[in-house]
Structure formats: C-alpha cells, structure tokens
T-cell receptor, first 115, second 113 residues
Framework: QQQVKQSPQSLIVQKGGISIINCAYE??????FPWYQQFPGKGPALLIA?????SEKKEGRFTISFNKSAKQFSLHIMDSQPGDSATYFC??????????????FGTGTRLQVTL | DAGVTQSPTHLIKTRGQQVTLRCSPK?????VSWYQQALGQGPQFIFQ???????QRGNFPDRFSGHQFPNYSSELNVNALLLGDSALYLC????????????FGEGSRLTVL
C-alpha cells in the first residue's frame, strides 16, 4: 500500500544525453512527489518536487512528468553532465496541515554520466 | 547558516549494545525526522518529533526510540542492537508549517558486529 517502485536500478548515459528515471506508486492518497539526489557520503538533497495538480514541472535541466491516472511519475535530466552522476531517489507522501512530510522512498537509481 | 548536523559520523557497536545518535536541525526548523538507509536502499521513515513529542512513526520496533529537546535537537536511541541495524541513519529537519521540503544531514553510519 505504501510502496514506491523505482526503475531502472542503474543507468549509464553519455554526456549531453537525456537521463530518464521512472517511479510508480500505489497509494492514491499520496499528494507530494519529490526527487532527491544523493552523492556518496552525503545525505539526500531535494532536487525538484511536484504536486498532482500539474502534469509537468521544469527547473533548469530537470523535469518531472506526472501521470495521475497511471500513478506514475518520472524524472528527466536533459543535457546530462558528469557532475550529475549520483543516486536519485523518488519519494511520495501524503501532506497533512501542520505535519512535516513522512516520505516513502523508492529504492534508488545510480546514474553514471560518461564523457 | 548551518544545515542539519549529525553526530557521530561513524560508529561500531556489537550485538546487544545500545546506541545514541544526535541531530541538530537547520536553523529555524522545529521538526526532526529520522530515517534508516540500508546499503543500496532508499531511506525508510523511523519517526518524527515536533514540540518534543513523537508525532508519526514508521514500521520500526520499540527498540527504536527518540527524544526532542526544547532547542529542537533530537536523539535516536536503539537498544539491543542486531546485525540488521547496520545502516546509515539520516536526520531530516523541516518547519512544520512548510510541509514539503525536508533537509537531510549527512548521516551517522552504524556498523553492528
């Protein structure tokens, strides 16, 4: 019920290419969908997030596409750079007024961008 | 402006021992959440503290307990350690009326032998 499934587990993309990571969720009560980026030895850092009232959100080279009916959302990294090499986690939560998010994370995608 | 700080960064314990991990939230934040990240996995929610009370809890046994102090800092305690408790323990802080973004610390790496 609370699961968030993420694919692929790992991804190798050439510099300048497009990286695409997909996630699917089961709990229709989820209404907040962030993506986190984690470098080795560091904690996750928020990259971009979307709420289900929109189907797409773009911030620089990063875009989230959201399909509410399919219960799927994806991260697209345009013009991928070697500095983007990291592990990416999708997450989901049900936001409650006055309560911080309790995130359910996917299992992560290790992205490697080659020269 | 200091971000979320956690201590210790690394520690090694043996089965059956007890451990205390500490977290200072980002300035201006009043809510602290703890997550467990096993190797190669996504973080899993342990519990969340606000106004010195546990507000939400994930699917973790009572061996996992916590505390929040008046200055909003927090501790995570794990009793009767098991080998499976070996993980990176992440603290995340937020301001409870901004229910979106969580700011994570770099974590405490616990190894149980």
């Amino acid at each position: 019920q609370q699961q968030v499934k993420q694919s692929p587990q790992s991804l190798i993309v050439q510099k300048g290419g497009i990286s695409i990571i997909n996630c699917a969720y089961e709990n229709t009560a989820f209404d907040y969908f962030p993506w986190y980026q984690q470098f080795p030895g560091k904690g996750p850092a928020l990259l971009i997030a979307i709420r289900p009232d929109v189907s797409e959100k773009k911030e620089g080279r990063f875009t989230i596409s959201f399909n509410k009916s399919a219960k799927q959302f994806s991260l697209h990294i345009m013009d991928s750079q070697p500095g983007d090499s990291a592990t990416y986690f999708c997450a989901a939560s049900k936001e409650n007024t006055g309560t911080a998010s309790k995130l359910t994370f996917g299992t992560g995608t290790r992205l490697q961008v080659t020269l | 402006d200091a971000g979320v700080t956690q201590s210790p960064t690394h520690l090694i314990k043996t089965r059956g021992q007890q451990v205390t991990l500490r977290c200072s939230p980002k300035s201006g934040h009043d809510t602290v959440s703890w997550y467990q990240q096993a190797l190669g996995q996504g973080p899993q929610f342990i519990f969340q503290y606000y106004e010195e009370e546990e507000r939400q809890r994930g699917n973790f046994p009572d061996r996992f307990s916590g505390h929040q102090f008046p200055n909003y800092s927090s501790e995570l305690n794990v009793n009767a350690l098991l080998l499976g408790d070996s993980a990176l323990y992440l603290c995340a802080s937020s301001w409870t009326w901004n229910t979106g973004e969580l700011f994570f610390g770099e974590g405490s790496r616990l190894t149980v032998l």
